[in-house]
């Protein structure tokens, strides 16, 4: 995964949802430019279209185990705390846990449903096309 710039304060949690917002806020207008020089054809299209799509769903099963992780991390503080009669410093770790579970269920949610995950990269996609149908007009002007 590339390197995400966030507060040294954030927790893994602010940095998954970053770098997911991240790629669903990309603007591709210029390699749908490019793509479109390069190979104009509408089948080129639709196979990178479907490659941005798998980068979100290869980000998304990047990120499933580490969270996954981290919840169980947070059960055995919680467990450790309120069996020690600790139960309100377990307390920030019970509502930590509920978020990353959240978390967890959105990102496993958007896996299982193409339509989801399309509409969550609705304007990546619709950059990308904007531009490739501009660079095939520029290509179509050439002749």
């Not at 990178?48 to 981290?70: E, S």
């Not at 990102?107 to 996609?125: F, G, M, N, Q, R």
Request: charged share 30%.
């Amino acid at each position: 995964m590339e390197n995400i710039e966030l507060n040294p304060n954030s927790d893994f949690l602010e940095i998954v949802q970053k770098d997911v917002y991240d790629y669903c806020s990309l603007s591709l207008e210029d390699k749908g430019n490019d793509d479109a020089a390069n190979n104009p054809d509408l089948p080129n299209r639709d196979l990178n279209k479907n490659l941005i799509i798998a980068g979100l769903k290869n980000k998304i099963q990047y990120y499933l185990p580490l969270l996954q992780n981290k919840i169980i991390q947070y059960e055995q503080f919680i467990k450790m705390y309120t069996d020690n009669g600790m139960v309100k410093t377990a307390a920030p770790f019970e509502t930590k846990r509920e978020n990353y579970k959240n978390e967890l269920g959105a990102l496993k949610k958007l896996l299982e449903d193409d339509t989801a995950i399309e509409e969550k990269l609705h304007w990546t996609l619709l950059s990308y096309e904007i531009g490739f149908n501009n660079g095939m007009q520029k290509y179509l002007l050439k002749f």
